[in-house]
């Protein structure tokens, strides 16, 4: 009974997003850049299809990111505006299963983009290239591990979302994507510092989430395999900092006053 009022609640959050005009003008400008992807590859004689991936999924990653981050951060105060949270909680429905349904809905969401958006970069691939290589199967890894940066990112926009204001809860999961995008380097430069600056450094390095590692288009642009064992960990690694995201968000939204 509680998987089919979480399936409820994520189903009516697919909905709502995809009737978002910002959504719609997301993948519209997704689009324009895989359509760019192809000119520069025009252009780079030789290059093409390193220029078109590059271009191809970075667009993916960017504009998913800001569709997690736009959306996730409305997914509960757009309720409590529109005082339609309170129906909702009025029926036999707990608040973490609002939350996990809103989290699900909004992932689903972002899975769903992100498909269609990939369809754009194999069109383009398959225009400069004029045919599929057996190295172009690593795309599909590089997708996967976007579709996994979105959902922690989304995990994020939501615990923010559960305990601070829409603009402020942008600004906390942006500046965590920003900062997550160098862990790796964040992580180095722990190692070379001393002191406290050491301990500070390794202990932020160790709380963001760490992106880079999840960024693989560079690679996989030049034609390199993914190890087997980096999509087990980076899987792993996903859902359980995902999951403790979303935990936190449901451990602040049960105490939170909603009156």
Do not use: C
């Given at each position: 009974?509680r ?5 409820h609640i994520a189903?009516?959050t697919?909905r ?5 005009r910002v959504l719609?003008n997301?993948?519209a400008f997704a ?9 520069v590859?025009q252009i780079?004689?030789?290059i093409?299809?390193l ?12 504009f998913?990111?800001?569709?997690a981050i ?5 997914l ?5 505006e529109?005082r ?9 429905v707990q608040?973490?299963?609002?939350i996990v349904g809103?989290f699900f809905?909004l992932?689903?969401?972002l ?6 958006m ?6 383009a691939?398959?225009w400069?290239?004029?045919?599929f290589?057996?190295a172009d199967?690593w795309?599909l890894?590089?997708?996967y591990f976007?579709?996994l940066?979105?959902?922690i990112i ?8 559960s305990f601070?204001s829409p ?11 920003v900062i ?8 180095g430069?722990a190692?070379?510092a001393?002191?406290a600056?050491?301990w500070?450094a390794?202990?932020?390095a ?7 590692t999840?960024?693989v288009?560079s690679?996989v642009?030049?034609g390199q395999?993914?190890a087997?064992q980096?999509?087990f960990?980076n ?6 900092y995902?999951g403790?995201?979303v935990s936190?968000?449901v451990?602040?939204?049960?105490h939170?006053?909603?009156?």
């Amino acid at each position: 009974m509680r998987s089919v009022r979480i399936a409820h609640i994520a189903s009516n959050t697919f909905r709502e997003a995809v009737r978002d005009r910002v959504l719609y003008n997301l993948i519209a400008f997704a689009v324009l850049m895989s359509g760019a992807a192809i000119l520069v590859g025009q252009i780079s004689i030789g290059i093409e299809r390193l220029v078109v991936i590059n271009l191809g999924l970075t667009a993916v990653s960017l504009f998913g990111m800001v569709i997690a981050i736009f959306i996730g951060i409305g997914l509960v105060s757009k309720e409590i505006e529109k005082r339609t949270l309170y129906t909702v909680l009025s029926r036999p429905v707990q608040r973490w299963e609002f939350i996990v349904g809103k989290f699900f809905g909004l992932v689903g969401t972002l899975v769903v983009n992100t498909f269609f958006m990939a369809i754009g970069v194999f069109v383009a691939l398959l225009w400069v290239s004029r045919r599929f290589q057996m190295a172009d199967g690593w795309v599909l890894v590089a997708l996967y591990f976007i579709v996994l940066q979105f959902l922690i990112i989304t995990a994020l926009a939501l615990l923010f979302s559960s305990f601070s204001s829409p603009l402020l809860s942008a600004v906390f999961a942006f500046s965590l994507f920003v900062i997550g995008s160098f862990a790796e380097d964040l992580r180095g430069f722990a190692a070379m510092a001393q002191g406290a600056a050491r301990w500070l450094a390794t202990g932020t390095a160790y709380l963001v989430p760490n992106f880079s590692t999840l960024n693989v288009v560079s690679s996989v642009a030049h034609g390199q395999p993914v190890a087997a064992q980096l999509v087990f960990s980076n899987t792993l690694y996903a859902l359980v900092y995902a999951g403790m995201a979303v935990s936190g968000a449901v451990l602040i939204f049960e105490h939170r006053n909603l009156k």
